[in-house]
């Protein structure tokens, strides 16, 4: 069983609407999780980090942590077209000395 | 701007060549990785650092070796290059804590 699990998508949403991305996670372990955006053919870029469960917004991005589910959710707000790209989920275990473990990615579509 | 520098960006080399991808950053992080990346697919963890004379091998035994003799350079070395070897290297830091990581612009290697 992969240690973060994402939706490979594609997620395919209207200009203006929310998508939502998920991931669940194994290692119950694991104290915070990140998002990163990674466009094609560039390196990821953090978007959010959380590790509370509950709810963390920052602009038009909002993180959800449910660590009862293992379940980090990821909301965009208002998505724009240029927010067309992969986003990976990543978790911090304590086997690889607490580096992070990453999905797949979730490839999500903002469509005009 | 970016301040994690990775060389080259892109590398086609033979079968059997020794080859060495630099990562170098300048923001005094102590913690260095290097991840794998095919596309479509997660990013693997191969090395990390926790500092100075540091470092260990990740979930992914890809045949290589790594170095840490100053804090702002991570060189991966490959000894002997193998088309199963072709993927992008990211290198990445990070400060100690609950914070991600920044990411280099990666090395696209192509072993033919």
């Known amino acids: 069983q992969k240690e973060v699990e994402q939706n490979s998508g594609p997620l395919s949403v209207p200009e203006g609407a929310i998508a939502s991305l998920n991931c669940t996670y194994s290692d119950r372990g694991s104290q915070s999780f990140f998002w990163y955006r990674q466009y094609s053919g560039k390196s990821p870029e953090l978007i959010m980090f959380?590790?509370?469960?509950g709810d963390k917004e920052d602009g038009r991005f909002t993180a959800q942590l449910n660590k009862a589910s293992q379940y980090v959710s990821l909301l965009i707000r208002d998505s724009q077209p240029s927010d067309s790209a992969t986003y990976l989920c990543?978790?911090?275990?304590?086997?690889?000395?607490?580096?992070?473990?990453f999905g797949k990615g979730t490839s999500l579509l903002v469509t005009p | 701007e970016a301040d994690i520098y990775q060389t080259p960006r892109y590398l086609v080399i033979g079968t059997g060549k020794k080859i060495t991808l630099e990562c170098s950053q300048t923001m005094g992080h102590d913690k260095m990785y290097w991840y794998q990346q095919d596309p479509g697919m997660e990013l693997h963890l191969i090395h990390y650092s926790y500092g100075v004379n540091s470092t260990e091998k990740g979930d992914l035994s890809s045949e290589s070796t790594v170095s840490r003799i100053r804090t702002e350079h991570f060189p991966l070395t490959l000894e002997s290059a193998r088309p199963s070897h072709t993927s992008q290297y990211l290198c990445?830091?990070?400060?100690?804590?609950?914070?991600?990581?920044?990411f280099g612009s990666g090395t696209r290697l192509t072993v033919v």
């Open positions: 959380i590790y509370s469960n």
């Open positions: 990543a978790g911090r275990g304590k086997h690889s000395g607490y580096a992070l473990n």
């Open positions: 990445a830091s990070s400060v100690a804590g609950e914070y991600g990581y920044t």
